[in-house]
């Protein structure tokens, strides 16, 4: 039996967890109004890199990579929802809400393309990418080695005023839970900049394993909140065995 010190650290742990819902995100109806892509994009810019004085310089570029991302975000969830609706999943945005409704986390996994030629992973959203996928072949008629769809987890964003508090844990066991439902794959990967040590260890201690490296560029913004710019980057590549339901 658990000592009653135990007992209460048990039960003061479970009454600090706040009241969250996970939940999948819908597509949008409306490419003209994108409700659901404009609200990942403004969670995501404004919890990795902050708000912007309005009419700066940073606030222009903000509302262009505003824009970029509204877009991929709605592409997204398309390619997702016309898969779910043709009875074939092929990933899913989870989101993790408040009870008033707010976001505060969200998830993005998808069955995507490892290209080992470019050391990266993408979305087969493309004809000539679903082409791929689906045979292995490349445009000049020869067989590409190792190219494989791969479960992979491309974004988790959290509510800074939650983190360790089991909201990005439960957004990435939904991940695991979707792809071990859909995938052939023995494994799910993500990948994470080599100096985002918290990050590192949070998947770390999920169990997610480094097992190589790779490169690429990612959008930083200056440390002292001023203007955004393209970096190359050192990431690890990780990945976790799919606990495979019976």
């Known amino acids: 039996k658990n000592s009653p010190v135990v007992m209460l650290a048990l039960i003061l742990l479970a009454l600090s967890q ?3 819902r996970i939940r999948r995100m819908p597509a949008d109806a409306n490419f003209f ?3 659901n892509s404009k609200k990942l994009t403004r969670f995501m810019m404004d919890e ?3 708000t912007c004085r309005p009419l700066s310089a940073a606030w222009a570029q903000r509302g262009v990579l505003d824009a970029t991302a509204d877009s991929d ?3 997204r969830l398309a390619y997702y929802g016309e898969a779910l609706a043709a009875g074939v999943s092929r990933g899913a945005i989870f989101i993790a809400e408040r009870d008033n409704g707010d976001l505060c986390g969200f998830a993005d996994v998808g069955a995507s393309l490892w ?3 470019d050391q990266c992973f ?3 959203q493309t004809p000539e990418l679903q082409r791929i996928a689906a045979t292995g072949v490349g445009s000049d008629g020869q067989r590409l080695p190792g190219v494989e769809l791969r479960p992979y987890v491309s974004n988790l964003v959290v509510d800074t005023s939650l983190r360790r508090c089991g909201v990005g844990r439960r957004l990435m066991e939904a991940c695991e839970e979707e792809a071990a439902d859909w995938s052939e794959s023995r ?3 993500l990948e994470v900049t080599t100096t985002n040590t918290a990050a590192l260890t949070f998947y770390g201690a999920l169990d997610y394993e480094t097992v190589g490296r ?6 930083t913004r200056d440390v002292n909140g001023g203007g955004f710019q393209m970096a190359p980057v050192q990431r690890c590549m990780m990945r976790k065995a799919l606990k495979k339901k019976s």
């Open 122 to 124: 993408r979305l087969p």
């Open 48 to 50: 990795t890199y902050g």
């Open 187 to 189: 494994d799910i990967w």
């Open 115 to 117: 290209l080992p030629g």
């Open 33 to 35: 109004q994108p409700k």
């Open 214 to 219: 790779t490169a690429g560029d990612e959008v």
């Open 18 to 20: 706040p009241d969250i």
């Open 73 to 75: 975000f709605f592409s």
